[in-house]
């Protein structure tokens, strides 16, 4: 039982893995932009939600109708500065660009709020509460309501994207922006609007991320960027579900190797996704069909 | 140094119009003559100045070796890495596990650097499949995973790391000494080695793939094998600089030697001296030893510092402070290309030199 138990768990934080990496997945089907520093965003995001919490005293599950649209505005405002100077440049450019951001923001926040931990709702009945099964299996409310919300972003984002007019939009534009700019898009703004979809993604991955586990400086990089990659990965490039697949698959590995060995848990994530860059560096699921 | 007309004699048309090839614009004899005297006054060091200032400069050797193997990846071979730490981490553990079995750690250290350049044969095989950025997430992914691997073995010290043994009943002057030589060597055989590699084939081809890797395949420039090459000698120079780091602090822990921050100084240190030119790093580390000396009493704030200075000169000024220098005053300390010269025309420079 303890088995299922883990196995149940591994899907669960699938969704969570899922969450985490769908603006990654965005971010580069659009821009062709690798978002290094991806996962110390989604930290600055859960900070904001445990700021906002603490000031305005507001229901923690409801901080995020403010930290969404902050951090979307913050994707908005950096994709037209920043990152669109970088890409400009050149591919070379952005990924330094992005690796200078990620290791500028990691460190800021090291100073500013030092390398202690820090959660979100750790008070809260949904936070503690599970629904159990026997001895064995014992299930987290937290993490239910988190593989929802995965799964209603990645059906939002994906009904978004190939169906809306607006979608079909920032499609024409991930193609070619030059032909899309010709035909009348503002490609730079489209771009814009992605990076602030990506962000609002960010925003709600580092606020999940803080209320299932904590929160520390080096857990953008460490967890959320890495985490993210491998289920993207794993998942196989530019495909929605694929991702949410690839981030089961992930969550399903660290949970048998933690059942092994707590210790293993990190690395037995890992070794599965060296595992599929060896089998079928394609991913698990191969559409075409960028995201 | 000046190689004059060897090329420019095999090519017929070349001698007819009377152009001669050289590797300069001037003759840089005296750079050479400069950097060998620099070298030796470096190795005078020890008899010098206090162990405070070998300290330091230890530092600076392996941050410049740590920088010029970063500029052969990401420089010439457009190889975003930023899972070196890996190498660094490799080469200080391979150090600690010859020295619990008796080797001594100077010994240890070549055999360490060779070491990880056979380790990074089948990691390359494994990142090779992705490109620019999710290659870069990859050697990411792969130095966190070695870390792990490493963390599993209480022999070495697992989690925690250990001491490195091997120096009992040494005279800690002489210690100084010799971990500042082997720093001193390791960093001037790195510079020697990217700029032996640029003056070869290979560095033909890196040059190539630096400028337009499509057009530098489609002319039949062997574009892969020379990012494997470049790997594996990024890989032994970051595992030489680890055990050289791993000797200087005595001891070795797994989440400073495996720490992203030597990826992040490295590749901080190139970009500001100039990405893609052989001075760069020296610039780059100059650079960077000044402002962690500068603020070491505020922490992480030379990093931060350092990356927002890469970020401003990746965009505004792509070949760093050298670059600029350069420009501006035409010269050259370690010359890979080739100058025309022609009595009718003015000297010119062939492109993607």
Redesign the interface.
Known sequence: MAWVNAIIQGILTGGLYALFACGLSLMFGVMKVVNLAHGDLAVIAGYIAIGIVFVTHMPVLWSFLIVVPVMAAVGYALQRTLIQAALNRSVLTTLLVMFGLSIVIENGLLQFFSANTRGIGVNLALVTDSINAGSQIQIAWLLIVIFAAAVAVLTGLQYFLSRSRYGRLIRAVADDPEAAQLAGADYRHVFGIAAAIAFGTVALAGIAYGMYSQLDPTAGTDTILLFAFAAVVIGGLGSLWGTLLGGIVLGIAQQVGAQLNISYETLAGYLVFLAVLVIRPQGLITTGNQS | MTRAATTAAGNPAGTALGIRVTRSQRNVAWTGAIALVIVAVLAYFPYLVYSGTTTILVQAFIVLTLASMWNLL?GYA?L?S?GQQAFVGLGAYLVLILAIHGTPPFAGLPVAAIGCGVVALPLWW??S??R???F???T???A??IM??I??FSSIGGGTGMPLPGFAGMDPTYLTAYTYWAALAVAVLAMVSVYLILRSRLGLVLTAIRDDETAARSSGARTGLARLLVFLVAAAGCGAAGAVLAISQLQVQPAAVFN??WT?EM??AT?IGG?GTIEGPIIGTAVYILLQQTLQSY???Y??IL??I??AI??FA?RGLWGLAEDHLKIRLFPVGYWLHDTALAPGRIPGS
């Open positions: 990401a457009g975003v930023v494994l990142v499949r992705l620019t950025g999710y870069a997430i990859a990411w992914v792969l966190a995973t792990l691997i963390e599993r992203i921050s992040a590749a901080f970009i990405l922490n992480a704030w990093l931060i990356g927002l890469a970020i990746a965009l792509r």
